[in-house]
C-alpha cells in the first residue's frame, strides 16, 4: 500500500488562524438531531485515514469521513454477540464492544475485541461513490482470548497485535493465524501500545510508571515514573523523540527518548480530570486528550497542545469534556466524541 500524500506542514504560528474559523462536522446515527449523548468507546483512522471507525455499546460503526451520513456507513450491529453465537446470529444481542483498532498496513482490516472474550478481524468496506449506500463488513477471524477483552494494540508491521484482557492478562496474537502466542498476567496494566519500531511496548500501570518491555520477549527495560497516581495511555510520537503519558492527576508528562527523562509537562487551566486518550498529529507537532469515562468530572473545550513548547496551541469550543480523541494519520482532521449527538471531525 503506497503511503498517502500529507498535508502541508503548519507552524505553530499559524495553526490557531487556520483553525479558528473551521466549524465541526457531525456523524450522527440519528436521521433528526438529538441532544443524547453516544457513549463512543474508542476511535480508529484506518491507514490512509478514508475510513473512521468508533465502538458504541455492543455495535461497531465504520464511516466514510468524507461523507458524514449514515447512509453511507458501515454499522456491525451486536458485533460481539453473547454466549459465544456467531456474528449475525438472529435473536441474540451483542457484549459490550470495548475496542476497536484498524490494522496500520491494511487499509480494510479492522480489529475489536469486547466483555464476550474475543479478539475479531473485520474486512470492511465503505464506498464513496454517489449511490449512498452503506458498505459490509465480514468478520473474518477470530481469536478467543477468554476473559473480556479491554484493549488492543497493533504492531506497526500489522502481523501482530497485543490484546489486554480486564484481568490483566496479555495475549500477543499472529493475525495471519488468529491464535494466540504468550500470555503474561503481572501487575495492572490500563493500557499497552507498540513504540514506532515495533520493538518495544508501552505499558500503563495502577502504580503509576509506565514500564516499557522489549517485544516480543516482554523482559522490562525501563520504567517512566513521573506520575504520583495511575497512568492511563502513553503514546510514541511520530517523530520518536517522545513518549507522552496520561495519569489520572490531570497532567500529560513528555519523556525524550534518548535519556527517558521527563522534559515537561502539558496541562491547560480547565483541564481537572483523568487523561485517558491520547493523539499526535501526522507530524508529531500537536497532541490532543480526553478523558474517557472520566470526562462527565471534566471540564467542556479539546485543547491543541503545542509538543515542544507545552502551549496551549488552539481551543476547540465543546459541549463537554472530550471522551476519546484521534488524530487523521495524513492530515490536520482531529476526530473526537463527548458531544451530543455522536461523532465529531475538525480540521483541513
Same mark, same amino acid.
Given at each position: 500500500?503506497?503511503?498517502?500524500?500529507?498535508?502541508?506542514?503548519?507552524?505553530?504560528?499559524?495553526?490557531?488562524?487556520?483553525?479558528?474559523?473551521?466549524?465541526?462536522?457531525?456523524?450522527?446515527?440519528?436521521?433528526?438531531?438529538?441532544?443524547?449523548?453516544?457513549?463512543?468507546?474508542?476511535?480508529?483512522?484506518?491507514?490512509?485515514?478514508?475510513?473512521?471507525?468508533?465502538?458504541?455499546?455492543?455495535?461497531?460503526?465504520?464511516?466514510?469521513?468524507?461523507?458524514?451520513?449514515?447512509?453511507?456507513?458501515?454499522?456491525?450491529?451486536?458485533?460481539?454477540?453473547?454466549?459465544?453465537?456467531?456474528?449475525?446470529?438472529?435473536?441474540?444481542?451483542?457484549?459490550?464492544?470495548?475496542?476497536?483498532?484498524?490494522?496500520?498496513?491494511?487499509?480494510?482490516?479492522?480489529?475489536?475485541?469486547?466483555?464476550?472474550?474475543?479478539?475479531?478481524?473485520?474486512?470492511?468496506?465503505?464506498?464513496?461513490?454517489?449511490?449512498?449506500?452503506?458498505?459490509?463488513?465480514?468478520?473474518?477471524?477470530?481469536?478467543?482470548?477468554?476473559?473480556?477483552?479491554?484493549?488492543?494494540?497493533?504492531?506497526?508491521?500489522?502481523?501482530?497485535?497485543?490484546?489486554?484482557?480486564?484481568?490483566? @492478562?496479555?495475549?500477543? !496474537?499472529? /493475525?495471519?493465524? %488468529?491464535?494466540?502466542? +504468550? $500470555?503474561?498476567?503481572?501487575? &495492572?496494566?490500563?493500557?499497552?501500545?507498540?513504540?514506532?519500531?515495533?520493538?518495544?511496548?508501552?505499558?500503563?500501570?495502577?502504580?503509576?510508571?509506565?514500564?516499557?518491555?522489549?517485544?516480543?520477549?516482554?523482559?522490562?527495560?525501563?520504567?517512566?515514573?513521573?506520575?504520583?497516581?495511575?497512568?492511563?495511555?502513553?503514546?510514541?510520537?511520530? @517523530?520518536?523523540?517522545? !513518549?507522552? /503519558?496520561?495519569? %489520572?492527576?490531570?497532567? +500529560? $508528562?513528555?519523556?525524550?527518548? &534518548?535519556?527517558?527523562?521527563?522534559?515537561?509537562?502539558?496541562?491547560?487551566?480547565?483541564?481537572?480530570?483523568?487523561?485517558?486518550?491520547?493523539?499526535?498529529?501526522?507530524?508529531?507537532?500537536?497532541?490532543?486528550?480526553?478523558?474517557?469515562?472520566?470526562?462527565?468530572?471534566?471540564?467542556?473545550?479539546?485543547?491543541?497542545?503545542?509538543?515542544?513548547?507545552?502551549?496551549?496551541?488552539?481551543?476547540?469550543?465543546?459541549?463537554?469534556?472530550?471522551?476519546?480523541?484521534?488524530?487523521?494519520?495524513?492530515?490536520?482532521?482531529?476526530?473526537?466524541?463527548?458531544?451530543?449527538?455522536?461523532?465529531?471531525?475538525?480540521?483541513?
Amino acid at each position: 500500500m503506497a503511503p498517502p500524500p500529507r498535508s502541508r506542514v503548519l507552524k505553530k504560528a499559524d495553526f490557531q488562524q487556520v483553525f479558528k474559523s473551521l466549524k465541526p462536522t457531525l456523524f450522527s446515527e440519528n436521521v433528526k438531531p438529538t441532544a443524547l449523548i453516544q457513549k463512543i468507546s474508542s476511535i480508529s483512522w484506518s491507514a490512509t485515514g478514508t475510513l473512521l471507525a468508533t465502538s458504541t455499546s455492543a455495535n461497531i460503526r465504520v464511516w466514510n469521513p468524507e461523507r458524514a451520513s449514515v447512509k453511507t456507513s458501515i454499522e456491525l450491529r451486536n458485533a460481539h454477540p453473547k454466549t459465544g453465537a456467531a456474528f449475525g446470529t438472529n435473536g441474540v444481542s451483542g457484549d459490550v464492544v470495548e475496542k476497536v483498532a484498524f490494522c496500520p498496513v491494511q487499509e480494510n482490516l479492522l480489529a475489536s475485541t469486547g466483555h464476550d472474550g474475543l479478539v475479531r478481524l473485520w474486512d470492511v468496506r465503505v464506498p464513496g461513490g454517489t449511490a449512498g449506500v452503506g458498505g459490509k463488513g465480514t468478520a473474518v477471524a477470530d481469536c478467543r482470548v477468554g476473559k473480556e477483552g479491554y484493549h488492543l494494540a497493533w504492531h506497526p508491521d500489522g502481523n501482530e497485535l497485543l490484546a489486554g484482557r480486564r484481568d490483566d @492478562s496479555i495475549y500477543s !496474537i499472529d /493475525v495471519r493465524q %488468529a491464535t494466540e502466542r +504468550i $500470555s503474561r498476567a503481572k501487575d &495492572v496494566y490500563y493500557n499497552l501500545s507498540f513504540s514506532n519500531s515495533g520493538r518495544e511496548v508501552f505499558a500503563t500501570t495502577d502504580r503509576g510508571p509506565v514500564k516499557i518491555f522489549g517485544y516480543p520477549s516482554m523482559d522490562h527495560i525501563h520504567s517512566l515514573a513521573g506520575h504520583p497516581a495511575t497512568t492511563y495511555v502513553a503514546k510514541h510520537s511520530p @517523530s520518536g523523540a517522545y !513518549i507522552a /503519558v496520561g495519569s %489520572a492527576d490531570s497532567t +500529560i $508528562s513528555l519523556w525524550d527518548t &534518548v535519556n527517558f527523562l521527563c522534559t515537561h509537562t502539558l496541562n491547560a487551566p480547565n483541564q481537572f480530570t483523568s487523561i485517558k486518550d491520547l493523539s499526535f498529529s501526522f507530524d508529531g507537532q500537536f497532541l490532543v486528550a480526553g478523558s474517557g469515562d472520566a470526562a462527565r468530572d471534566g471540564s467542556a473545550g479539546l485543547n491543541i497542545f503545542c509538543v515542544e513548547t507545552g502551549e496551549v496551541a488552539h481551543t476547540i469550543d465543546t459541549a463537554n469534556c472530550p471522551t476519546y480523541v484521534a488524530w487523521h494519520p495524513t492530515r490536520y482532521l482531529l476526530a473526537y466524541g463527548g458531544d451530543p449527538g455522536g461523532l465529531r471531525t475538525v480540521g483541513l
